[in-house]
């Protein structure tokens, strides 16, 4: 099948996106499939650039730029970017190209006007892989009101919806958003779990052994820090358990929460935590094999279902996990189903605390911990079962065989 994929992140980003868009698109790839991957670019000085990645055809457009920009410029950005990106494509040696399908990652919400586009041209199908529900999730965490920039980003969300054919969300709670949406004819719903490849075996530069929190049993948070994680928690957890000289907390990634945690952390004497840069996701591997308990943290304030990539990290290494997530998410269900850690669905840390101890104390009973995190992982999230999955919702509604 020839297949067009469309984001906005993939290596040498290390967001999580960047790392299961780099896993699917090696799976398309080693299941025959022929892969386009289409990017923005900023900075380029022509309007175009072609590479080659894991046997795909990666080719970044050049379009605005919206990383690490402030969030008036990123949303200018963002709006033009499918436009610019287009006229990109037209200049480019692709510019002929037809697909068999097309798929696309979200966020970002504003990938649907050159969905749009493509899809006509090729007379095919659509596939969105919707990860987050923006700007519905905003307004939870208090971040944004249902006011004239809300309408703004709701509109642009439902074209990407009216653009696509099928739309995979991330748990069956996530469904219910979309029963008005998948009642017109020829529209699709389905779940389409998180995924990761195969794990790489890259030695991690953080050795916990060399650090003031060797020889404790370590909780470890990797990834993104910011206001969607309501990460606070945990440094109250951390505080909590400041007297076990048994325990430590190691957090390493990077986001807009990550230096406030950190001087809150030196603020509160916090001898027992310890802050690390973000490293790569091939050291990811190496890292938990020296620690005990992954954590997970979603602000209480979320209304919609969310399974975090580190989740699938953790699982994939047989990491059992410690969770504070909102009430009623999916997550909590699979967590507490499959005996693979604990969680907690109330705010605030006293019922963490005791969720963490009750997990120590079950990691010495039973050690088949990390043998039912692995089974999990291999059962629901692997990037082999996702790119069938595509390809199969793909193929069903075109008749491709």
């Known amino acids: 099948m020839r297949i067009g994929l469309i984001a906005d992140t993939f290596p040498p980003l290390r967001t999580s996106g960047a790392v299961q868009l780099r896993d699917l698109v090696r799976e398309f790839v080693r299941q025959g499939h022929s892969l386009t991957v289409l990017l923005p670019a900023d900075g380029l000085n022509q309007s175009w650039e072609l590479e080659y990645f894991s046997g795909a055809r990666v080719l970044r457009l050049r379009s605005p730029r919206i990383k690490n920009v402030g969030y008036v410029r ?5 709006f033009v970017m499918p436009f610019a990106m287009f006229l990109s494509f037209l200049r480019s040696p692709l510019a002929n190209e037809e697909f068999d399908g097309l798929v696309w990652y979200s966020p970002s919400i504003f990938h649907g006007p050159l969905v749009a586009r493509l899809k006509r041209r090729s007379a095919c ?4 892989i ?3 529900l923006f700007p519905e999730w905003a307004v939870d965490l208090g971040l944004m009101r249902r006011g004239a920039a809300y309408q703004f980003f709701r509109a642009v969300a439902n074209y990407q919806y009216a653009v696509a054919d099928v739309i995979g969300v991330q748990t069956p709670g996530n ?6 949406w998948v009642g017109v004819p020829g529209r699709q719903t389905e779940v389409l779990q998180n995924w990761l490849g195969e794990a790489a075996g890259r030695r991690c530069r953080i050795r916990v052994e060399e650090t003031a929190l060797a020889l404790r049993r370590i909780f470890v948070y990797a990834g993104n820090m910011g206001i969607a994680q309501g990460m606070d928690v945990l440094l109250e957890l951390a505080e909590r ?7 430590g907390f190691l957090f390493v990634g990077r986001g807009s929460e990550a230096g406030r945690l950190a001087v809150q952390a030196r ?8 802050f690390r840069e973000e490293i790569d996701p091939d050291e990811i ?10 954590l997970v943290a979603l602000d209480a304030r979320h209304r919609s279902h969310n399974i975090p990539g580190k989740f699938l990290t953790y699982m994939q290494s047989g990491l059992p ?17 499959e005996n693979v850690g604990r969680v907690c669905e109330e705010d605030g840390a006293e019922k963490l605390q005791m969720a963490a101890e009750e997990l120590l104390d079950a990691l010495v009973a039973d050690p088949d911990y990390a043998q039912r995190c692995r089974s999990l992982f291999f059962r629901e999230f692997s990037a082999e079962r996702a790119v069938r999955q595509i390809v199969g919702a793909l193929a069903a509604t075109t008749g491709w065989n």
Do not use: W
């Open 125 to 128: 199908k659509a596939y969105l």
């Open 267 to 274: 603020l509160r004497g916090l001898d027992n935590v310890l």
């Open 130 to 132: 919707i990860r987050d």
């Open 241 to 247: 358990f400041r007297s076990r000289e048994d325990v």
């Open 175 to 180: 469904l219910k958003y979309f029963e008005s």
């Open 74 to 78: 990123r949303t200018i950005g963002e």
């Open 321 to 337: 996990v410690l969770a504070s997530v909102n009430r009623g998410n999916d997550l909590a269900a699979m967590i507490r189903t």
């Open 285 to 294: 591997p190496d890292l938990y094999s020296q620690c005990h308990v992954g």
